[in-house]
């Protein structure tokens, strides 16, 4: 039967309700398809948890799965996750109260997806219990802490936050990525105590500092001192060792020719022989004219005048 013999009678009249009767027959057949289509896609970071009235049968990776019309399939998240928690509140070990905000990267451990699916979450959110666990984390481990430490002792701080953290949460089924940590907020009176206090420890390191340079250059000064010191005596021990050698030398020499002079009378004979022969040819034969006692007289003798 041609098109035109089905929608159209014998008078050409356009039958309308077999249009209709075909129409609304395609639209069911076209949902059948969908409904019983075998083939389903399970996104990338997610895993594909196909259920049986309730109970899962199977987990599936990413990409193309085949789903019979009596299965479920949900999609099950496995990437990262934030939890953030704003304000969590602890106090320290000198109960002084602190708050701070924390923002906790998870995902889900892929072994566990049926555990976590079954008792947690069908789409793989844990947010409500990371958040819990990190209120109960940072309470307990700031209580650990009096506050300066709380600051001065921030990676540790954290990490055992973080060590803690991913020991709670596996209970979950979730692994901790990282977590961060903004500043520690104390209350006003504490936080002007705080800067109060850093201002004195600057003041008191900069009088430190001060005063290990003004040590410093004193003992330059010393040392320099020492240096010039030693330089002059050894310059004057080595004057006087000179002048030692000198003086020893000229002892020395005196000494062997007095020993030569004794030892030869004659030379000393020569000698005064040859002074008074200097004193003659200089004479111009002229006596003194004053003769005070015990004054010698040129060329008179004793000798010379008992002999007149």
Same mark, same amino acid.
């Given at each position: 039967?041609?098109?035109?013999?089905?929608?159209?009678?014998?008078?050409?009249? @356009?039958?309308?309700? +077999?249009?209709?009767?075909?129409?609304? #027959? =395609?639209?069911? /057949? %076209? =949902?059948?398809?969908?409904?019983?289509?075998?083939?389903?896609? /399970?996104?990338?970071?997610?895993?594909?948890?196909?259920?049986?009235?309730?109970?899962?049968?199977? !987990?599936?990776?990413?990409? %193309?799965? #085949?789903?019979?019309?009596?299965?479920?399939?949900?999609? &099950?998240?496995?990437?990262?996750?934030?939890?953030?928690?704003?304000?969590?509140?602890?106090?320290?070990?000198?109960?002084?109260?602190?708050?701070?905000?924390?923002?906790?990267?998870?995902? !889900?451990?892929?072994?566990?997806?049926?555990? /976590?699916?079954?008792?947690?979450?069908?789409?793989?959110?844990?947010? +409500?219990?990371?958040?819990?666990?990190?209120?109960?984390? &940072?309470?307990?481990?700031?209580?650990?802490?009096?506050?300066?430490?709380?600051?001065?002792?921030?990676?540790?701080?954290?990490?055992? !936050?973080?060590?803690? #953290?991913?020991?709670?949460? =596996?209970?979950?089924?979730?692994? /901790?990525?990282?977590?961060?940590?903004?500043? %520690?907020? &104390?209350?006003?009176?504490?936080?002007?105590?705080?800067?109060?206090?850093?201002?004195?420890?600057?003041?008191?390191?900069?009088?430190?500092?001060?005063?290990?340079?003004?040590?410093?250059?004193? *003992?330059?000064?010393?040392?320099?001192?020492?240096?010039?010191?030693?330089?002059?005596?050894?310059?004057?021990?080595?004057?006087?060792?000179?002048?030692? *050698?000198?003086? @020893?030398?000229?002892?020395?020499?005196?000494?062997?020719?007095?020993?030569?002079? =004794?030892?030869?009378?004659?030379? #000393?004979?020569?000698?005064?022989?040859?002074?008074?022969?200097?004193?003659?040819?200089?004479?111009?034969?002229?006596?003194?004219?004053?003769?005070?006692?015990?004054?010698?007289?040129? %060329? &008179?003798?004793?000798?010379?005048?008992?002999?007149?």
């Amino acid at each position: 039967m041609s098109l035109k013999d089905r929608y159209a009678d014998e008078h050409g009249r @356009t039958r309308v309700g +077999s249009i209709g009767r075909d129409i609304a #027959l =395609a639209w069911v /057949v %076209f =949902a059948a398809l969908v409904w019983l289509w075998p083939l389903r896609t /399970v996104p990338t970071g997610h895993r594909g948890v196909i259920t049986v009235g309730g109970a899962i049968r199977s !987990i599936e990776a990413e990409g %193309f799965t #085949l789903l019979w019309p009596w299965q479920t399939l949900s999609i &099950f998240n496995i990437r990262a996750e934030e939890a953030t928690v704003e304000n969590a509140e602890g106090s320290t070990s000198d109960t002084q109260p602190v708050k701070v905000s924390l923002t906790v990267r998870y995902s !889900i451990q892929t072994d566990r997806v049926a555990e /976590v699916f079954e008792k947690y979450s069908h789409d793989g959110n844990l947010m +409500s219990y990371v958040q819990t666990a990190t209120q109960e984390i &940072f309470k307990a481990v700031t209580a650990r802490y009096n506050a300066p430490d709380l600051i001065a002792k921030r990676a540790q701080v954290s990490g055992d !936050i973080i060590t803690a #953290l991913r020991a709670k949460l =596996a209970v979950y089924g979730a692994q /901790v990525i990282n977590v961060d940590m903004r500043n %520690f907020a &104390f209350s006003a009176d504490y936080m002007s105590a705080i800067n109060q206090k850093v201002t004195q420890d600057q003041l008191r390191l900069a009088a430190e500092n001060k005063l290990r340079t003004v040590e410093a250059e004193q *003992k330059q000064k010393v040392a320099i001192a020492e240096a010039e010191a030693t330089a002059l005596k050894a310059k004057a021990d080595g004057e006087a060792y000179a002048n030692l *050698k000198v003086a @020893t030398a000229q002892a020395e020499a005196l000494k062997i020719q007095n020993a030569a002079l =004794a030892q030869n009378r004659d030379v #000393l004979e020569l000698r005064r022989i040859e002074v008074e022969h200097v004193k003659a040819e200089r004479w111009n034969g002229a006596l003194p004219t004053s003769i005070y006692a015990g004054a010698p007289i040129p %060329f &008179f003798t004793p000798q010379s005048v008992a002999t007149k």
